[in-house]
């Protein structure tokens, strides 16, 4: 069974934390799938997402309008424009933090699957008292933090921070930690549970140079497992090399096409001047 999820005004089906599953067993068609296990994910095991005419009005601003894209199942997105275009807006209201007007939809390839999140760089209290073990319990268990890690998630948060370089620093509070290291952290409990879909909010913003090594190793491992990838980025360079698509944003889509297509001088000037002008 193939099912599809639509979202219209109404919030996404997110749940708790940073991490999402969402299930809409009443909507399906006929096409025959089988749902795959964490870990065993094949080619294209992600949704494809549809952005129909999506708008979003704050007062008198206009945040989106009318924005309308794809993104493949099984690809990685990459979402580019200016700061205050509109795109960690865009993805507020894929998670369902955003009221707004138009069609999203996710139609995914079997039963639907996990939705993970990694958020832009947290600033930590110094001093607060939360370690690298407590933070990845507190986002990726149920049972409370300060009782430690439960038994079933154990292995699976060892082996997430083992594969982005953090697995000795378990033991160090948040707040001492670099701005990289910190983000390495977030995109560790971005794989717990195994997402299908990924959504990346400037996740190489406080990287150092290992860091982005890191998650350009983890980017092919999800391309690899048919994870789909939704990546909000400003280093344009990152996106040529590793997206398979990019779509302009600057309150509406200005472009979406393949990254040799779409970073061309002419389409970053209309892309990133103050009065877009419309898409071509």
């Known amino acids: ?65 009318k924005v309308t894209f794809q993104v493949q199942p099984g690809s990685v997105h990459a979402l580019v424009g200016p700061n205050g275009g509109g795109k960690s807006s865009l993805i507020k209201t894929l998670l369902g933090q955003m009221p707004h007007q138009g069609r999203l939809s996710l139609q995914w390839p079997g039963e639907p699957g996990t939705i993970g999140y990694v958020p832009q760089a947290l600033e930590f209290d110094r001093g607060l008292p939360m370690t690298v073990d407590d933070f990845m319990a507190a986002m990726c268990q149920r049972r ?9 998630y ?13 697995q000795d620093k378990r033991k160090r509070r948040m707040g001492a930690l ?24 400037e996740p190489m913003s406080a990287l150092d140079e290992a860091g982005i090594q890191v998650f350009e190793r983890l980017l092919g491992d999800w391309r690899q497992s048919g994870i789909t990838v939704l990546w909000i980025e400003h280093d344009l360079e990152a996106v040529g090399r590793l997206a398979d698509r990019v779509t302009g944003l600057n309150r509406r889509v200005l ?23 419309s898409a071509a």
């Open 255 to 277: 472009f979406d096409a393949t990254p040799k297509q779409a970073l061309t001088p002419d389409t970053l000037m209309t892309l990133f001047s103050t009065h877009p002008r």
């Open 1 to 65: 069974m193939t099912a599809k999820e639509t979202l219209t005004d109404a919030p996404s089906p997110v749940g708790a934390g940073l991490l999402a599953k969402t299930v809409d067993p009443s909507a399906s068609s006929p096409n025959d799938g089988q749902h795959s296990r964490a870990g065993t994910l094949p080619q294209s095991a992600g949704p494809t997402l549809d952005f129909a005419d999506i708008s979003l009005t704050l007062g008198r601003t206009t945040i989106l309008d």
């Open 154 to 166: 154990a292995a699976a948060i060892g082996d997430a921070l083992e594969r982005v370089g953090m």
């Open 178 to 201: 670099s701005g990289g290291e910190r983000q390495r952290v977030l995109l560790a409990q971005g794989l717990i549970p195994a997402p299908q879909l990924l959504v990346l909010d």
């Open 144 to 152: 409370p933090a300060f009782l430690g890690l439960s038994k079933h």
